[in-house]
């Protein structure tokens, strides 16, 4: 048996997914790994501990004692792990001038680049480095310090940890493929999508699919046609006509292609675009940028 300190993280995730969702398949797909390579990893761990960690039988899954015991230790194992590299990324950077900005596909260069050009008069000397954020997990790149600031879309998971200055708000409008029965329209409301089958973001994404499924205003169980994680094959599955999707008046713009036709969703709320970073960095980069950003949006 080998000690605690031999396990990988990714086994720990991989419990905890498990011990959360008591239910295989439901942490598999959280996970977006198979289901069978979830329970081959999860014997592994097992077998490393020395003990089990679940009851499987015929009504499901089941913590054991040492499975519950094991919960908030494999928790805040995780959280120091990740506490660490944020602090090691924090110091590598120390001596940097750079500031790593993150965005998401919709926000398009036309408001970026004069972001970046107002970043760079206020700061002389500073470079920016664009990373694009990932939609399985909006807010994360600013949470584990893979950016330091990012230009994001409200509401998001670990919303709570970052500090944001809202630039403005856009409507919602949704996306379709150019033969669907709602393109003969101009625009259509809410009440038109009932019964629609959505092109969905990964389950992982929390609040901010949910809000791009409209479930902050009609809360329901959506119809999902497929699951996607990134922008190519968001529109990929939109032109294919795997189903609708929701998305801001600004990637209408971005994302032009054969195959597609937007509509403006009437009594849809408005979806809010912040500038966010990690809640208590103090860095002035980071309020000179989202200085940058809110002149830009004030122009």
């Given at each position: 048996?080998?000690?605690?300190?031999?396990?990988?993280?990714?086994?720990?995730?991989?419990?905890?997914?498990?011990?959360?969702?008591?239910?295989?398949?439901?942490?598999?797909?959280?996970?977006?790994i198979?289901?069978?390579?979830?329970?081959?990893?999860?014997?592994?761990?097992?077998?490393?501990?020395?003990?089990?960690?679940?009851?499987?039988?015929?009504?499901?899954?089941?913590?054991?004692?040492?499975?519950?015991?094991?919960?908030?230790?494999?928790?805040?194992?995780?959280?120091?792990?990740?506490?660490?590299?944020?602090?090691?990324?924090?110091a590598?950077?120390?001596?940097?001038?750079?500031?790593?900005?993150?965005?998401?596909?919709?926000?398009?260069?036309?408001?970026?680049?004069?972001?970046?050009?107002?970043?760079?008069r206020?700061?002389?000397?500073?470079r920016?480095?664009?990373?694009?954020?990932?939609?399985?997990?909006?807010?994360?790149?600013?949470?584990d310090?893979?950016?330091?600031?990012a230009?994001?879309?409200?509401?998001?998971?670990g919303?709570?940890?970052?500090?944001?200055?809202?630039?403005?708000?856009?409507p919602?409008?949704?996306?379709?493929?150019?033969?669907?029965?709602?393109?003969?329209?101009?625009?259509?409301?809410?009440?038109?999508?009932?019964?629609?089958?959505?092109?969905?973001?990964?389950?992982?994404?929390?609040?901010?699919?949910?809000?791009?499924?409209?479930?902050?205003?009609?809360?329901?169980?959506?119809?999902?046609?497929?699951?996607?994680?990134?922008?190519?094959?968001?529109?990929?599955?939109?032109?294919?006509?795997?189903?609708?999707?929701?998305?801001?008046?600004?990637?209408?713009?971005?994302?032009?292609?054969?195959?597609?036709?937007?509509?403006?969703?009437?009594?849809?709320?408005?979806?809010?675009l912040?500038?966010?970073?990690r809640?208590?960095?103090?860095?002035?980069?980071?309020?000179?940028?989202?200085?940058?950003?809110?002149?830009?949006?004030?122009?």
């Open positions: 048996m080998v000690g605690v300190l031999d396990i990988s993280s990714r086994l720990l995730r991989y419990f905890l997914a498990v011990a959360e969702e008591l239910h295989f398949t439901h942490a598999a797909e959280r996970l977006f198979a289901q069978p390579a979830l329970s081959k990893a999860i014997r592994r761990l097992e077998r490393e501990l020395g003990f089990p960690l679940f009851i499987r039988n015929r009504q499901g899954v089941a913590l054991t004692v040492a499975g519950q015991a094991m919960v908030p230790a494999a928790r805040a194992a995780l959280a120091e792990l990740a506490e660490g590299v944020r602090a090691a990324r924090a590598q950077r120390a001596g940097s001038r750079g500031l790593r900005v993150g965005y998401h596909s919709s926000i398009g260069s036309p408001l970026l680049k004069p972001i970046i050009d107002g970043f760079t206020r700061c002389p000397g500073w920016v480095e664009l990373r694009l954020c990932d939609w399985t997990d909006p807010a994360g790149a600013v949470l310090a893979r950016c330091d600031i230009l994001l879309r409200l509401p998001l998971p919303q709570d940890e970052l500090e944001t200055r809202t630039l403005r708000w856009d919602r409008w949704v996306a379709l493929a150019a033969d669907h029965r709602l393109v003969a329209r101009e625009s259509v409301r809410l009440s038109d999508l009932a019964g629609e089958t959505f092109v969905a973001l990964p389950a992982s994404s929390g609040p901010f699919r949910d809000f791009w499924l409209a479930l902050d205003q009609v809360p329901r169980a959506p119809r999902i046609g497929i699951e996607v994680a990134n922008a190519e094959d968001y529109f990929e599955a939109i032109a294919a006509g795997h189903g609708i999707a929701m998305l801001a008046e600004t990637t209408t713009r971005v994302h032009r292609r054969p195959g597609i036709a937007y509509r403006l969703v009437t009594d849809a709320s408005p979806s809010e912040v500038v966010a970073w809640r208590g960095s103090t860095d002035r980069a980071l309020t000179e940028f989202a200085s940058a950003c809110l002149e830009v949006v004030d122009a």
